[in-house]
């Protein structure tokens, strides 16, 4: 079945170390994105990618790295630089550039102690 | 700065009765709208779409919205309502000015009771 699929599912981690969360997508999408989830809150925008090899900041990128080498594959890594990383971390992809129209995994719920 | 507002951020309905989640926009210009269901611990999943055409717009498990580009409003609605509805609801906005980022509101919780 085509689909997003994100890893894990469940992260737990110290304070200062660089974690990294998986998201491949096999519906040949060329936009990529990264959200962030806070309880009563919406999504907020990390980064995102319209095409292999670029991709930009959004809202929120401080403290967070993305690289985006294969049309399939959008990590995210959260760096120690983040001061408040524990999230709901949601993957998503567009078939198109301009709607908007998402995709999303299933999320990463990471948990910084 | 282009927002989303959710006018409410719950919602608690009877089983079987109607059901209307707000969402106002901030701009007049050209955009596409969204409506997206989260369950608990999951993803986001679209319910239905409004990139142009009639401004009624049907979606998935008995859902519809309507676009009103004069209030900057897309109102979503369900005549009546199931247990199953019990879920977050997500009004999503893509200004065509914008590459297509989409800027979400808050979310309404809607809670059904029997």
């Known amino acids: 079945d085509g689909g997003i699929t994100q890893s894990p599912k469940y992260l737990f981690r110290k304070e200062g170390q660089n974690v990294t969360l998986s998201c491949e997508q096999n519906?040949?999408?060329?936009?990529m994105y990264w959200y962030r989830q806070d309880p009563g809150q919406g999504l907020r925008l990390i980064y995102y990618?319209?095409?292999?090899?670029?991709?930009q900041k959004g809202d929120i990128a401080e403290g967070y790295s993305v690289s985006r080498e294969k049309k399939e594959s959008f990590p995210l890594t959260v760096t120690s630089a983040q001061k408040n990383p524990t999230a709901f971390y949601l993957c998503a992809s567009s078939p198109t550039r301009n709607t908007g129209e998402l995709f999303f995994g299933e999320g990463s719920r990471l948990t910084v102690l | 700065a282009q927002s989303v507002t959710q006018l409410d951020s719950q919602v608690p309905v009877f089983e079987e009765a109607p059901v209307e989640l707000r969402c106002n926009y901030s701009?007049?210009?050209?955009?596409?709208l969204f409506w997206y269901v989260q369950y608990p611990n999951q993803g986001l999943q679209l319910l239905l779409k409004y990139l142009s055409g009639s401004t009624l717009v049907k979606g998935i498990n008995g859902f519809e919205a309507e676009f009103n580009k004069s209030q900057t409003s897309f109102h979503l609605r369900k005549p009546s309502v199931h247990i199953s509805d019990t879920a977050e609801y997500f009004c999503?906005?893509?200004?065509?000015?914008?590459?297509?980022?989409?800027?979400f509101g808050d979310g309404t919780t809607l809670t059904v009771k029997p």
């Open positions: 999503a906005v893509t200004y065509n000015t914008n590459a297509g980022k989409s800027t």
């Open positions: 701009s007049s210009v050209s955009v596409y």
């Open positions: 519906l040949n999408h060329d936009a």
């Open positions: 990618s319209q095409i292999v090899n670029d991709f």
